[in-house]
Structures are given as structure tokens and as C-alpha cells.
């Protein structure tokens, strides 16, 4: 049974660097599919953020590419997202999914993680 | 403002059908598979629908989904008080993006 699980800081304060990391269990990242972070800022709906394959190979989202790196580690078998300049407007549950390429389902998701931007 | 559009809100009295619809473009749907999310409160959305109209393992055939054009259509059969939650649509876009609707609430009234 696949599992994916976030972690990282729930404060962060405006103009830094938010950072999370998604630990994949019951699948190996190296087999195949791209791994991606969602976001939902509280009361409002999904926003995609980007994905990633084993191999490396990215696409964000237009409106945050600027801000946005997503990485891998197939070592430790997970999949790490930075967003950068940070403001409140960035304050959400943050979520990663393993998504199937060509066909472009989310499935499984983690169980989410809120990240608060404040001073 | 999503690229998709989805209705805000749905209702329908337990045993009933209802629908919901997930309008996009030729750069999305027209062109895209369209899966479809379950979202309780406080809670991961969970894959309901794939590839248009396929249900992953353990969704009920209460849920169906279609495809028309550039449009997509959640459907849930005998409605009951336990499908109340959030609705979203997802597919690619050609901007090489994932792009979802908006979302919609479903009440059993």
C-alpha cells in the first residue's frame, strides 16, 4: 500500500523560504509515476504546484514557477518542495500525491500539512 | 478563478441522484483525461473518478463520470447523508500544467 506522508515547519515567516518533504512508504519513486505538491489555502480550493519524476524532470505551475522548486532524493525515497518569498497569501494545507503521467490522476495524497505565513 | 468551472453548490434529498458539472476548453478537457476528488472536512481529497469514468478499487457504482466535449460530469446515485463533502474535477492543461475546478459542496438535504 502505497503512503505519503509531509513534514516540515507550520510557521514560517513572510520572505523566507518555505520547505517540505514528502517520505513515499510502499513504493519506490525509482519505478515510475511523477510525484507532486498541491496546496489548498484554508476555506478555498486545490491549487497545483508542480510535479516531478525519478529522474528529475520538473513542471510548475506558470503562476509559481518563479518561486518554485520541487526536487528528489531517490536514496532516501522522497520528494522535497521550496517556495520561495513567501507571504501570507502562501498560507495553506500543503499536500503531496503521486500522479500518473498521460492519463493525470492524483492518487494516493498525503495527509496534508498546514503551513502559516506570519511574522 | 479556476480553469475549471465547477457550481459551487449541489443538493439533493438522500435517494436521489445528482449531478455535477466540470466545464473547461479544448486545452484541457477537450484534449485530457478527467479524474475526479472526494474532499471531507479536514480531510486529503481522495481519487473518485479516473480517465474519465473509471472507479479506482472500493467506489461504490453509485459515482460515475462522464465526458462530452470540453465538459465532464460527476454523477452519484442514491444519494446518502455520508457522500456530504467537496467535489473536484482535475485534468492536464496544455500549458503543461494540472489544473482543477473550483470545487463543489454537496449537501443531502
Known amino acids: 500500500q502505497v503512503q505519503l506522508q509531509e513534514s516540515g515547519p507550520g510557521l514560517v515567516k513572510p520572505s523566507e523560504t518555505l520547505s517540505l518533504t514528502c517520505a513515499v512508504s510502499g513504493y519506490s519513486i525509482n519505478s515510475g509515476y511523477h510525484w507532486g505538491w498541491i496546496r489548498q489555502p484554508p476555506g478555498k480550493g486545490l491549487e497545483w504546484i508542480g510535479i516531478i519524476n525519478h529522474s528529475g524532470t520538473t513542471y510548475y505551475n506558470p503562476s509559481l514557477k518563479s518561486r518554485v522548486t520541487i526536487s528528489v532524493d531517490t536514496s532516501k525515497n522522497q520528494f522535497s518542495l521550496k517556495l520561495s518569498s513567501v507571504t501570507a497569501a502562501d498560507t495553506a494545507v500543503y499536500y503531496c500525491a503521486r500522479h500518473k503521467e498521460g492519463v493525470d490522476w492524483f492518487d494516493p495524497w498525503g495527509q496534508g500539512t498546514l503551513v502559516t505565513v506570519s511574522s | 478563478q479556476s480553469v475549471l468551472t465547477q457550481p459551487p453548490s449541489v443538493s439533493a434529498a438522500p435517494g436521489q441522484k445528482v449531478t455535477i458539472s466540470c466545464s473547461g476548453s479544448?486545452?484541457?478537457?477537450?484534449?485530457?483525461?478527467v479524474s475526479w476528488y472526494q474532499q471531507f472536512p479536514g480531510t486529503a481529497p481522495k481519487l473518485l473518478i479516473y480517465?474519465?469514468?473509471k472507479r479506482p478499487s472500493g467506489i461504490p457504482d453509485r459515482f460515475s463520470g462522464s465526458k462530452s466535449g470540453t465538459s465532464a460530469t460527476l454523477g452519484i446515485t442514491g444519494l446518502q447523508t455520508g457522500d456530504e463533502a467537496d467535489y473536484y474535477c482535475?485534468?492536464?492543461?496544455?500549458?503543461?500544467?494540472?489544473?482543477f475546478g473550483g470545487g463543489t459542496k454537496l449537501t443531502v438535504l
Open positions: 479544448s486545452s484541457n478537457i477537450g484534449n485530457n483525461y
Open positions: 482535475g485534468t492536464w492543461d496544455s500549458s503543461l500544467s494540472a489544473v
Open positions: 480517465e474519465d469514468n
